[in-house]
């Protein structure tokens, strides 16, 4: 592949695009689609934060001068950072001297720029590195025990949320204090809680470690257009971003074994709703047919054809969400990978080839389960009845009961048709037998006979 042609203009816009970006360092597509800007992005981001000297002062237990000699040196430290930050935008700002215009290769902003943000990078790690030993020196013997817990807590608030996969940006922390269990419970699931906090915090500084010390290895694959260093490298990514979310889904099971079983199984749905929303939110069937068990003015008989109809729609439901899980659980690791190599096709002058979502036919199939036991609802019910159902409108303007043929069990055809015979007791008005496709309904052959006549 030919190098790519960037004329003084060019280099002209790409380095005041730069140095107005301040933080957001990078412009470059190629760099962006390789997962540059947000590993780079880190760098310009405080180690502490006011937030996290609160949280010193409060896990650590400072007395009133360790806390004022902190806060003191927070301070210091928050100057001298946005000094670093500014000194780092004048320097960017100055770089157009240092460019060739008569140069096309584009490698020549690249090193530039980026040994740049290499200078920063340290500055501001050791910056960083200071104020936490200057903290670590204050501390008496307690609180130094304590200082492990505080280091893991800090890097999972500040790290925790770069998460890409499903369950990869988790804290089940959060959630089992949530539960807010009894001191007995709480005080039976303490070792279990610190191996797991123990082991996040290893698969998360992994994944954190490698996402920065990787970022000159993409440079250089861009510089040296030798795309297939970056699929290498965002391969290793997507194995460290699974070795987090693998963490999280062992110590679900392992957390929610440890609790009653109530509160366990309900520790595991909470975990999983949050991490797969698309597939566990009430479909629409689910709430009609929830609310049609409500309805005041059916039999009792016509409402427990309603409730086993839920049951039976819930067993289905239930089995498409779990095959659903892993299909997105398999896809997603993949979908990262994809977007790299579909950036070092197009570099590289390749057509890129599109990923397909295999949950999209997965996900019109369970509408048509539930369309389909809503359906059999409508026979259950009269129009009026349905009709008054929260969400019955998106369904009234498809076929009516005739479009039934076929679709329902034969358990629930015969229930339907023993309702249909009974006498209704309630006062209500159940629903009529269900005509077969094709025949007429009443009066329908009188009507086109005389349609006949009047145009004849």
């Given at each position: 592949?030919?190098?790519?042609?960037?004329?003084p203009?060019?280099?002209?816009?790409?380095?005041f695009?730069?140095?107005?970006?301040?933080?957001?360092?990078?412009?470059?597509?190629?760099?962006?689609?390789?997962?540059?800007?947000?590993g780079?992005g880190?760098?310009?981001?405080?180690?502490?934060?006011?937030?996290?000297?609160?949280?010193?002062?409060?896990?650590?237990k400072?007395?009133?001068?360790?806390?004022?000699?902190?806060e003191?040196?927070f301070?210091?430290?928050?100057?001298?950072?946005?000094?670093?930050?500014?000194?780092?935008?004048?320097?960017?700002?100055?770089?157009?001297?240092?460019?060739?215009?008569?140069?096309?290769?584009?490698?020549?902003?690249?090193?530039?720029?980026?040994?740049?943000?290499?200078?920063?990078?340290?500055?501001?790690?050791?910056?960083?590195?200071?104020?936490?030993?200057?903290?670590?020196?204050?501390?008496?013997?307690?609180?130094?025990?304590?200082?492990?817990?505080?280091?893991?807590?800090?890097?999972?608030?500040?790290?925790?949320?770069?998460?890409?996969?499903?369950?990869?940006?988790?804290?089940?922390?959060n959630?089992?204090?949530?539960?807010?269990?009894?001191?007995?419970?709480?005080?039976?699931?303490?070792?279990?809680?610190?191996?797991?906090?123990?082991?996040?915090?290893?698969?998360?500084?992994?994944?954190?470690?490698?996402?920065?010390?990787?970022?000159?290895?993409?440079?250089?694959?861009?510089?040296?257009?030798?795309?297939?260093?970056?699929?290498?490298?965002?391969q290793?990514?997507?194995?460290?971003?699974?070795?987090?979310?693998?963490?999280?889904?062992?110590?679900?099971?392992?957390?929610?074994?440890?609790?009653?079983t109530?509160?366990?199984?309900q520790?595991?749905?909470?975990?999983?709703?949050?991490?797969?929303?698309?597939?566990f939110?009430?479909?629409?069937?689910?709430?009609?047919?929830?609310?049609?068990?409500?309805?005041?003015?059916?039999?009792?008989?016509?409402?427990?054809?309603?409730?086993?109809?839920?049951?039976?729609?819930?067993t289905?439901?239930?089995?498409?969400?779990?095959?659903?899980?892993q299909?997105?659980?398999?896809?997603?690791?993949a979908?990262?990978?994809?977007?790299v190599?579909?950036?070092?096709?197009?570099?590289?002058?390749?057509?890129?080839?599109?990923?397909?979502?295999?949950?999209?036919?997965?996900?019109?199939?369970?509408?048509?389960?539930?369309n389909?036991?809503?359906?059999?609802l409508?026979?259950?019910?009269?129009?009026?009845?349905?009709?008054?159902?929260?969400?019955?409108?998106?369904?009234?303007?498809e076929?009516?009961?005739?479009?039934?043929?076929?679709?329902?069990?034969?358990?629930?055809r015969?229930?339907?048709?023993?309702?249909?015979?009974?006498?209704?007791?309630?006062g209500?008005?159940?629903?009529?037998?269900?005509?077969?496709?094709?025949?007429?309904?009443?009066?329908?052959?009188?009507?086109?006979?005389?349609?006949?006549?009047?145009?004849?």
């Amino acid at each position: 592949m030919s190098a790519l042609q960037i004329g003084p203009a060019g280099i002209k816009r790409v380095l005041f695009s730069l140095a107005a970006a301040a933080a957001m360092v990078l412009t470059a597509p190629s760099s962006a689609q390789f997962g540059l800007a947000g590993g780079i992005g880190e760098a310009f981001k405080p180690a502490y934060t006011t937030r996290d000297i609160q949280l010193a002062v409060d896990m650590l237990k400072l007395d009133d001068a360790q806390k004022f000699i902190v806060e003191t040196l927070f301070e210091d430290y928050d100057a001298e950072f946005r000094t670093g930050v500014d000194g780092f935008r004048e320097r960017v700002a100055s770089l157009r001297t240092e460019i060739d215009p008569g140069n096309p290769d584009p490698g020549q902003i690249m090193r530039v720029v980026f040994g740049t943000i290499n200078e920063w990078q340290q500055e501001s790690r050791q910056l960083g590195n200071q104020l936490t030993a200057d903290i670590k020196g204050l501390l008496n013997a307690e609180q130094l025990e304590t200082w492990p817990a505080f280091q893991r807590k800090l890097f999972r608030l500040k790290y925790l949320r770069n998460g890409q996969l499903p369950g990869e940006n988790v804290d089940l922390l959060n959630d089992v204090i949530d539960l807010r269990l009894d001191p007995s419970q709480t005080e039976q699931l303490r070792g279990l809680i610190e191996q797991y906090e123990v082991a996040l915090d290893d698969a998360l500084r992994r994944r954190e470690n490698y996402l920065q010390s990787s970022q000159n290895e993409l440079i250089n694959a861009i510089q040296a257009e030798d795309y297939g260093k970056g699929i290498e490298v965002a391969q290793r990514q997507v194995e460290l971003r699974k070795a987090v979310r693998d963490v999280n889904e062992q110590y679900t099971l392992a957390i929610a074994a440890a609790l009653p079983t109530g509160i366990g199984d309900q520790f595991v749905r909470t975990i999983r709703q949050r991490t797969y929303p698309r597939v566990f939110r009430v479909t629409p069937a689910e709430r009609t047919l929830k609310a049609a068990e409500k309805l005041e003015d059916i039999s009792e008989e016509t409402r427990e054809a309603v409730i086993e109809l839920q049951q039976l729609y819930q067993t289905e439901l239930e089995s498409f969400n779990e095959q659903l899980v892993q299909m997105i659980r398999d896809h997603k690791p993949a979908e990262i990978k994809h977007k790299v190599e579909q950036a070092s096709a197009r570099l590289s002058g390749a057509v890129p080839q599109q990923l397909v979502d295999p949950t999209r036919d997965e996900f019109i199939k369970r509408r048509e389960v539930g369309n389909r036991y809503i359906d059999q609802l409508k026979a259950l019910l009269t129009p009026e009845q349905f009709a008054s159902l929260p969400g019955a409108r998106r369904w009234l303007q498809e076929d009516g009961p005739a479009a039934l043929a076929g679709k329902e069990s034969p358990a629930l055809r015969a229930k339907r048709s023993r309702l249909s015979r009974a006498p209704n007791t309630s006062g209500a008005t159940d629903a009529p037998p269900i005509a077969s496709p094709g025949t007429p309904k009443p009066g329908e052959d009188s009507k086109k006979s005389t349609e006949k006549k009047t145009k004849d």
